[in-house]
Nanobody
Framework: QVYLVESGGGLVQPGGSLRLSCRAS????????MNWYRQATGTQRELVANITGGGSTSYADSVKGRFTISRNNVRNTVSLQLNSLKPEDTATYYCNVQASRTPFWGRGTKVTVSS
């Protein structure tokens, strides 16, 4: 079974930073593209960033230049560094992987950006 466990969310002021982490188990981690999604209240879940097994990255336009995704294929973790946070970044952030044609999700970690 695939398990994804996120951590690192919290309350931060506008302009602040947070680092989210996701630990994966049950997959050959280095082979899979890992994704971070977010969902704000009343909106659809959106893809924020992803990283291939080889380390290629892509980002949503709304977070380019502010967020950085990285991975550690030894520790089976994927991280998302959130800088220059804005109130509109407030959401629950989810780690995701597509394995055996099935999407797997963590429970999410909440990020609140507010003064």
């Amino acid at each position: 079974q695939v398990y994804l466990v996120e951590s690192g969310g919290g309350l931060v002021q506008p302009g602040g930073s947070l680092r989210l982490s996701c630990r994966a188990s049950g997959i050959n981690f280095r082979l899979y593209t890992m994704n971070w999604y977010r969902q704000a209240t009343g909106t659809q879940r959106e893809l924020v960033a992803n990283i291939t097994g080889g380390g290629s990255t892509s980002y949503a336009d709304s977070v380019k230049g502010r967020f950085t995704i990285s991975r550690n294929n030894v520790r089976n973790t994927v991280s998302l560094q959130l800088n220059s946070l804005k109130p509109e970044d407030t959401a629950t952030y989810y780690c995701n992987v597509q394995a055996s044609r099935t999407p797997f999700w963590g429970r999410g970690t909440k990020v609140t950006v507010s003064s």
